[in-house]
């Protein structure tokens, strides 16, 4: 019966090892992604376009929004892969809870640059609105952490720049996540 119990507990040992295998402590209650370790982003962006949409209100699912490129914090005239992808991934999320979604990368009306994406400023939006018809814009910034990028992401009303709904995520910085963004990173 010993010999049964000591087995147990060797594979309960083994088991909670490997599980811990994949985070790495710094020393404090955080923990940071090991670089064998990789993030699901695509699974915490649909959670956190969950969340999105159930703090939104005022939102017509008849009516089309504009997804533009997140941003830095930093720098809001810049964007990256990583900028650019998360847009992608929320407006996907969006589309698929039944949201009508513009493609602007389809659009002449909207300049869009190669290496920064659809940069939409805030001068831009009413133009943009009544030009597309859009009754919101999906925006986004992301900011550097030392082992996080910390995402917000808000859909804002065009007609008068009302943020309908907001939310915020942060993502691990693995080696996926790091290739995409800027090499200050």
Same mark, same amino acid.
């Given at each position: 019966?010993?010999? +049964?119990?000591? &087995? ?10 490997? %599980?811990?295998?994949?985070? *790495? $402590? ?8 090991? =670089?064998?370790?990789?993030?699901? !982003? ?18 017509? @699912? ?5 997804? *533009?490129?997140?941003?830095? +914090?930093?720098?809001?005239?810049? =964007? ?5 992808? %998360? $847009?992608?991934?929320?407006?996907? =999320?969006? $589309?698929?809870?039944? %949201? ?11 300049? !869009? ?11 831009? !939006? ?10 919101? !814009? %999906? ?9 996080? *990028?910390?995402?917000?992401? #808000?859909?804002? #009303?065009? #007609?008068?720049?009302?943020? &309908?709904?907001?939310? =915020?995520?942060? +993502? ?5 996540? #790091? *290739?995409?963004? @800027?090499?200050?990173?």
């Amino acid at each position: 019966m010993k010999s +049964i119990q000591c &087995l147990l507990l060797r594979v309960a040992l083994a088991s909670v090892m490997a %599980l811990g295998a994949g985070c *790495a $402590s710094n020393g404090s209650d955080s923990y940071s992604v090991t =670089s064998n370790a990789t993030v699901d !982003i695509l699974a915490l962006v649909r959670e956190t376009a969950a969340d999105l949409l159930a703090d939104t209100r005022e939102l017509d @699912p008849t009516k089309p929004i504009v997804a *533009a490129s997140f941003v830095s +914090i930093d720098d809001l005239s810049e =964007s990256s892969t990583f900028g650019r992808t %998360l $847009s992608e991934m929320f407006a996907s =999320s969006l $589309s698929r809870a039944g %949201l009508m979604l513009i493609e602007v990368k389809m659009r002449n009306s909207l300049f !869009i640059e190669e290496q920064t994406g659809e940069l939409i400023l805030s001068r831009d !939006i009413r133009r943009l609105s009544a030009s597309h018809n859009a009754q919101a !814009i %999906l925006l986004g910034t992301y900011g550097q952490g030392q082992s996080m *990028a910390y995402v917000n992401v #808000r859909l804002v #009303r065009t #007609r008068d720049n009302v943020v &309908l709904g907001a939310s =915020s995520v942060q +993502i691990p910085l693995d080696r996926n996540t #790091r *290739a995409m963004l @800027p090499n200050r990173w």
